[in-house]
């Protein structure tokens, strides 16, 4: 094969999930109520724009920005993926709250795609 090509990429600052305008107070139901993310300030020059920020745990990417857009079309395809430790309570409860809920196995592990309110697909696979 040849030499080894050091990454340039070291690690992820944030990801980026788009929303509709003037969804905050949905998503914060959904992210912050559901997924019990904890939401956190944008910087001044940022917060006279639209969205709202999450911050994740610790020795994940860090943070979670949802932006408002225009012109906002659901993330069908592409997708975040995260980690939780009961993936069975959490799908249940989301179910339960009224989000759209799909299950899965890929490679022997469970997935589950929760549906956040504005239809974007979020991928959770639990904590083993």
């Known amino acids: 094969m040849g030499e080894e090509t050091k990454p340039v990429v070291n690690s992820i600052v944030h ?3 788009a929303i509709p305008a003037g969804g905050e107070d949905e998503a914060r139901k959904f992210y912050g109520g559901l997924l019990g993310l ?4 944008k910087p001044p020059e940022l917060a006279k724009r ?3 920020w999450f911050e994740l745990p610790e020795g994940t990417c860090g943070q979670l920005h949802l932006g408002a857009e225009q012109d906002f079309r659901p993330a ?6 995260f ?7 959490l799908a249940e409860t989301a179910q339960s709250q009224g ?15 929760i549906y956040d309110p504005f239809g974007n697909r979020l991928e959770f696979c639990a904590d083993d």
């Open 38 to 41: 904890k939401e956190i300030p």
């Open 50 to 52: 639209d969205g709202c």
């Open 99 to 113: 989000y759209e809920v799909a299950r899965g196995t890929a490679d022997g592990i469970e997935q589950v795609y």
């Open 76 to 81: 069908k395809k592409s997708y975040v993926a």
């Open 15 to 17: 990801v980026q999930v």
């Open 83 to 89: 980690v939780v430790s009961d993936l069975t309570e």
